[in-house]
């Protein structure tokens, strides 16, 4: 069965406009600009409410992690590594604990300014203020992420409505409304990869002269944001897939990739530039496969007992997808070329990152990111992958996949997470497009659900925490947006605005569950004593006996 690459016009019946309100124009009376600075609002006033001021050891992992390496960079001495590695987050509040203490605002700024643990108010006094003024980070932070959203949602879409309910549902999504309060490395990763598909999307739909440009900076995203959290690769070992069905007649190359002797001087330019960047980014990738420094990481290679393999399986694979992506949407062969080249010159870039505060753990952490995930696999999946079992690790994604089925119900497995009350819509959405011949946006929405549910399966195993939910939150939600987007005369329903207002009413209520339940809490802080002598050697903790506290 063939899928049309032709984009239809929605036909809205005219009594239906006559005769009911239209659903869009009631649940946005704040217009654009209003709407999103009511979002940014009701964000903000959740942080000081449900976050700011709650005791500095309630998000101890990873707040403490992270504010740790900030004070120890702080202090000049080497960075204490952290497995994720969380790259950005800590240079990002080590930097803003530099800014504070020169305004004056922050004397708990480095290592050394922290007082003894033997002087509980001091040290009490000095870590909150440490703890939040990095949760102010994660605040602006959050806020500057649902902006860059909004805008590029704003371009996804054709009605703007659509783009704001899109902002609103990433605002208030499970992921958002932890992150914003606490220091994770999930946040900046999930959104620089989030960001980068928008843009894959929007610059693939609508050909310029400029797009291998924006293909680099997508490449680029897409590496910054593993820098941050390995796990990201998986996401964008999808990406291949999840963009084939969003082209569209208009992403043919324009005139200026027309094969002709300019269009080749310029794919020749990209290589030139792609290979100055690769060559110094390559240092980068011969140290994460350097042996002395994985062995010091204690990685162990899952492929013919060879590290390397599947990182350039993955680099083929995502020079296919760009080849038939091609084909299929007449971009043009120098184009193409272009663009292959331009992949390189942004994940060279991107790798070029790690030059701000090299630590030889972070390259070996990035460059192999399956095996340093394998480092927190269960025994279930390390039996799996080591002894090279594919029924085991089937069985172990089936069981994966079921486990997070009953969590989209809801019903049968409940977690603060609104967005699974878009998935009750998209999955008929899904069905109901494909019946009114919108299949390529059945087979786009497909296509996003399927991967979200593949990625969580894969976190299944550690629990799929709430901090886990922002890498497939916004796939769910794009999917969402670009249904809603093509099937846009069903706000003419009859029930169209009862079901968009009682999902705004889930999201704001079932996104705070996970906050307010931190802000109730009443348990101690002495969980941190099991691991704050690996990941924060140098400041003992006044209720651990080890490490021993310094006079």
């Given at each position: 069965?063939?899928i ?6 929605p036909?809205v019946a005219?009594s239906?406009q006559?005769?009911r309100?239209d659903?869009?124009?009631?649940l946005t009376p704040?217009?654009?600009?209003g ?6 609002a009701?964000l ?7 976050g700011?001021f709650?005791i500095y050891w309630?998000?101890a992992?990873m ?5 740790y390496?900030?004070?120890v ?9 952290f497995?994720h ?6 240079l990002?509040?080590?930097v803003?604990?530099q800014?504070m203490?020169?305004?004056?605002l922050?004397?708990a700024?480095k290592?050394?300014?922290i007082p003894?643990a033997?002087n509980?108010?001091?040290?009490d006094?000095?870590?909150t203020s440490a703890?939040?003024a990095?949760r ?5 932070t ?13 371009h996804l879409?054709?009605?703007w409505r659509?783009a ?7 605002a ?5 409304a932890?992150?914003?309060?606490i220091l994770r490395?999930e946040?900046i990763a999930g959104?620089?990869f989030t ?6 999307i929007i610059v693939g739909?609508k ?8 293909i680099?900076a997508?490449?680029?995203l897409?590496v ?8 990201a690769?998986?996401l964008?070992a999808?990406?291949p ?5 969003f082209?569209?007649?208009t992403?043919?190359?324009t005139t200026?990739?027309?094969n002709?002797a ?6 020749i330019?990209?290589?030139?530039i792609?290979g100055?960047?690769f ?12 042996p ?10 899952i492929?013919g007992g060879?590290?390397?393999i599947?990182q350039?399986?993955l680099?083929?694979w995502?020079?296919?997808g760009?080849i038939v992506y091609a084909?299929w949407?007449?971009?043009?062969l120098?184009?193409?070329v272009?663009g ?12 070029l990152a790690?030059y701000?505060?090299y630590?030889a753990?972070n ?7 399956i095996e340093?995930m ?6 279930p999946?390390?039996t799996?992958v080591d002894?090279?079992?594919a029924?085991?690790?089937i069985?172990?994604?089936f069981?994966?996949?079921v486990a997070v089925l ?6 049968l497995f409940s977690s ?20 009114k ?5 059945a087979?786009?929405?497909?296509l996003?659900?399927?991967?979200a ?7 299944i195993?550690r629990g799929?925490k709430?901090?886990?939910?922002l890498f497939?939150?916004?796939?769910i939600?794009?999917?969402?947006t670009?249904?809603?987007d093509?099937?846009?005369h069903l706000?003419f329903?009859k ?6 207002a009682a999902l ?6 079932v996104?705070?569950?996970e906050p307010i ?16 002598q690996f990941?924060?050697p ?5 209720w651990c006996?080890l490490?021993?506290k310094?006079?």
């Open positions: 069965m063939s049309s690459t032709e984009v239809p016009t036909v005219a239906a006559e005769t309100p659903a869009f124009k009631r704040f217009g654009w600009t709407g999103i600075a009511v979002i940014l009701c903000t006033a959740s942080f000081f409410l449900a700011y709650v309630r998000n992992d707040d403490f992690m992270i504010v390496n900030a004070l960079l702080n202090d000049g001495k080497p960075q204490a590594f497995d590695p969380s790259y950005f987050t800590i990002s509040v080590k803003w604990f800014f203490h020169a305004l004056g922050l004397d700024w290592l050394s300014s003894s033997l509980l108010p001091a040290f006094a000095a870590m703890i939040r990095g102010v980070v994660a605040w602006l959050t806020s500057v992420f649902v902006l860059a959203y909004a805008a590029l949602a704003k879409v054709r009605d659509v704001l309910f899109s902002t609103f549902a990433f208030f999504s499970g992921g958002i932890v992150h914003m309060r490395s946040l959104c620089l960001f980068a598909f928008m843009i894959l739909r050909a310029t002269s400029w797009r291998p440009l924006a680099a997508a490449a680029a897409c910054l944001g593993m820098e941050n959290k390995v796990q690769i998986l964008i999808a990406l897939a999840l963009l084939l069905p082209g569209t007649p992403s043919a190359s200026f990739w027309d002709s300019r269009a080749w001087l310029a794919a330019a990209a290589a030139v792609a100055v960047l060559y110094f980014a390559y240092p980068l990738i011969l140290a994460g496969l350097d002395a420094a994985i062995a010091v990481a204690q990685l162990h290679p492929i060879m590290f390397g599947y350039i399986a680099m083929v995502i020079g296919l760009m084909a949407w007449r971009v043009s120098s184009e193409t272009a292959l080249f331009a992949v390189i010159a942004g994940a060279s870039l991107g790798l790690l701000l505060q630590d753990q390259v070996v952490a990035v460059i192999n990111p340093k394998l480092v927190f696999a269960d025994a999946v390390t799996a002894g090279g079992k029924f085991a690790t069985s172990l994604l069981n994966g996949m009953k969590r989209y119900s809801f019903v603060p997470r609104p967005t699974v009350f878009l998935t009750w819509l998209i999955a008929p959405g899904i069905v109901y497009a494909w019946l011949g919108e299949r390529q946006v087979l786009q929405a497909s996003l659900l399927l991967a549910i593949g990625i969580d399966a894969l976190g195993r799929l709430a901090e886990y939910f497939t939150d916004p796939l939600i794009i999917a969402g670009v249904l809603l093509r099937l846009s706000r329903a029930w169209a605005y009862p079901i968009g705004i009413v889930a999201h704001v209520a996104s705070q569950a339940k931190h802000v109730m809490k009443r348990s101690g802080p002495e969980y941190i004593c099991d691991w704050n990941y924060e140098e400041l003992p903790m006044p006996d490490p021993p310094r006079p």
